[in-house]
């Protein structure tokens, strides 16, 4: 069965670092998405994906985060200078349609920042 | 707005009894709602969804959740859990936008599963 995959599973990285989390999305998926969750807290959304476009971002997502579908398989986050409070897991999702279609999430990067 | 509430944070059950996790909604159109679990350090796994066909849900493991629109809830339901249930539960809705959607979690449900 077809799955969404991340890596690194868990990356710690100095306060001020940039960080590239990688996602490999379900191959015949259209729409991709960033959500996070800091421990003890909810899963957020943080941006949605479409035709090598954001579609959707949230307050969150400020300009220390960029996304980029590199090549025809792979879908990054970045964050070019990390904070403490960056410190959190972050899930990858994708979808074949918007329209309420299910999202499929991968495992997760689990980020600490010191 | 979309949103959904969890209202517990935990629940601990036996072995072999019934698992109820709770959930209501909110929403200002006819919402599809969705179930998903996550096991220690594993990823989140969709147990379920409603999208307005049957108002009862059957899911994977033998859990399902009824749709009640008068009572805006979409509660989670398995007869008989197993150890392999203790995991976090994620009531979730989607917040349709411009077309695109983005999914609005609860705060989870952390089910503990005892012998």
């Known amino acids: 069965e077809p799955e969404v995959t991340q890596t690194p599973s868990h990356q710690v990285t100095q306060m001020g670092q940039e960080v590239i989390l990688r996602c490999v999305p379900i191959?015949?998926?259209?729409?991709f998405y960033w959500y996070r969750q800091i421990l003890g807290q909810k899963v957020e959304f943080l941006v949605s994906?479409?035709?090598?476009?954001?579609?959707?971002k949230s307050e969150i997502f400020d300009d220390q985060f960029s996304v980029e579908r590199p090549d025809g398989s792979n879908f990054t986050l970045k964050i070019r200078s990390t904070k403490l409070e960056d410190s959190a897991m972050y899930f990858c999702a994708s979808s074949g349609h918007r329209g309420g279609e299910t999202q499929y999430f991968g495992p997760g990067t689990r980020l600490l920042v010191l | 707005a979309q949103s959904v509430t969890q209202l517990d944070s935990h629940v601990s059950v036996s072995e072999g009894t019934p698992v109820l996790l709770r959930c209501n909604y909110s929403?200002?159109?006819?919402?599809?709602l969705f179930w998903y679990v996550q096991h220690p350090n594993k990823g989140l796994q969709l147990l379920l969804k409603?999208?307005?066909?049957?108002?009862l849900v059957k899911g994977i493991n033998g859990f399902e959740a009824e749709f009640k629109k008068s009572e805006t809830s979409f509660h989670l339901t398995k007869p008989s859990a197993h150890m392999s249930d203790a995991a976090e539960y994620f009531c979730v809705v989607i917040h349709f936008s411009g077309g695109y959607n983005k999914l609005i979690f609860g705060a989870g449900t952390r089910l503990a599963v005892h012998p």
């Open positions: 929403s200002s159109y006819s919402p599809s």
């Open positions: 994906f479409y035709n090598n476009e954001i579609s959707e």
């Open positions: 409603y999208t307005s066909a049957a108002t």
């Open positions: 191959s015949n998926h259209l729409y």
